[in-house]
């Protein structure tokens, strides 16, 4: 960026007040939430993540300078909550992901499940069948517990709460069970992924190197194609 287009340091600093503000915003409506899900804190919070935002920016054009904050992407932030404030009826929607890490370990345990119900089938000798007599034996809690026993290593999981006004009629969604939901209707999601330990150990080895040499990164110059 070149200097006649930098950012004064008065606009560096009325973002800086913005900021002090849009805390100042998020903290009552915080404070004074009348649920969990109280549209005024999503609204407040959307607030501070854009000027906090515009603050980063300015504060890095002008100085070169950033701050410590990440502020989530709208990729990766729900929508603000717009389903009903008094669920009568909600839906737990889990994902798991397995990887066949040791199929003969997970053809054996099938083995011992059919030897031990006295059947005769052939469904233990492949891994196609023993994934079945494996589901079909044990509850899906009890196999994330014990993923390893079975040959399997975890991949990524997630959980989304979604509510609504009734529950559906039975048998009503079984030929489509996972349809796309409306993300207005998560009440709250748990993400479990591998890739959050890659961020946190990416974290820790910028810090070691930090450490080590304290020096390191003076000659390395902003890319302005990152911003």
């Known amino acids: 960026m070149s200097d006649a287009a930098q950012p004064t340091a008065a606009e560096v600093r009325a973002a800086a007040?913005?900021?002090?503000?849009?805390?100042?915003?998020?903290?009552?409506?915080?404070?004074?939430?009348?649920?969990?899900?109280?549209?005024?804190?999503?609204?407040?919070?959307?607030?501070?993540?854009?000027a906090a935002e515009t603050y980063d920016e300015l504060l890095y054009d002008r100085y070169d300078e950033v701050t410590p904050f990440e502020i989530p992407s709208a990729e990766e932030a729900l929508p603000p909550y717009a389903g009903?404030?008094?669920?009568?009826?909600?839906?737990?929607?889990?994902?798991?992901?397995?990887?066949?890490?040791?199929?003969?370990?997970?053809?054996?345990?099938?083995?011992r499940i059919e030897e031990a119900d006295d059947e005769s089938s052939e469904a233990s000798g492949t891994v196609h069948g023993a994934l079945g007599l494996l589901f079909g034996e044990y509850e899906p809690d009890e196999i994330a517990s014990r993923h390893k026993e079975f040959g399997l290593e975890e991949g990524d999981s997630t959980l989304w709460v979604t509510a609504s006004d009734e529950i559906p009629d039975p048998g009503e969604w079984l030929e489509a069970p996972f349809e796309q939901v409306d993300p207005e209707t998560v009440v709250c999601r748990f993400d479990v992924s591998a890739v959050f330990d890659d961020d946190e150990e990416d974290d820790e080895d910028d810090e070691l190197e930090?450490?080590?040499?304290?020096?390191?990164?003076?000659?390395l110059e902003p890319l302005d194609a990152d911003r």
């Open 84 to 111: 009903p404030e008094e669920p009568n009826a909600l839906s737990v929607l889990i994902r798991r992901d397995y990887a066949v890490a040791e199929p003969q370990r997970l053809l054996a345990h099938a083995q």
């Open 17 to 50: 007040e913005a900021v002090k503000t849009a805390l100042d915003r998020h903290l009552a409506a915080v404070e004074s939430r009348s649920g969990d899900d109280d549209p005024a804190v999503y609204e407040a919070f959307n607030q501070l993540a854009a």
């Open 210 to 219: 930090t450490a080590l040499d304290p020096d390191a990164d003076e000659d």
